[in-house]
Nanobody, 127 residues
Framework: QVQLVESGGGSVQAGGSLTLSCVATGYTDNDHCMGWFRQEPGKQHERVAVSGSSTYYADTVKGRFTISRDSAKKTLYLQMNNLKPEDTAMYYC???????????????????????WGQGTQVTVSS
């Protein structure tokens, strides 16, 4: 049984940094598509960053956020620097069961293609 557990969220002031972690137990990571998504209340999930054989970022976070993965530890990370109030959201880790490919390919997947989802971790950035 695959389980994704996120951690690392919290409250920071604008300009601060946070690192999110997602441990994927029971998951076989062979460069399958994994990613970070975020959701504000009342809005749909927004793609933040994904990782396959390469990475891909939303324009709004490019240059500030870095996604990385440690396959040996089955952990996906999201390093977030220079945080802005508009980054405030619930952040979710997700993993595809079979999809593998470049970052661009992973970015284009439907949300439904990400089979496994974590419970989310809240990030709040104050101005």
């Amino acid at each position: 049984q695959v389980q994704l557990v996120e951690s690392g969220g919290g409250s920071v002031q604008a300009g601060g940094s946070l690192t999110l972690s997602c441990v994927a137990t029971g998951y076989t990571d062979n460069d399958h598509c994994m990613g970070w998504f975020r959701q504000e209340p009342g809005k749909q999930h927004e793609r933040v960053a994904v990782s396959g054989s390469s990475t891909y970022y939303a324009d709004t976070v490019k240059g500030r956020f870095t996604i990385s993965r440690d396959s040996a530890k089955k952990t996906l990370y999201l390093q977030m620097n220079n945080l802005k109030p508009e980054d405030t959201a619930m952040y979710y880790c997700a993993a595809a069961r079979t999809a593998r490919g470049s970052g661009g390919y992973c970015w284009g997947l439907r949300l439904a293609d990400y089979t496994y989802w974590g419970q989310g971790t809240q990030v709040t950035v104050s101005s």
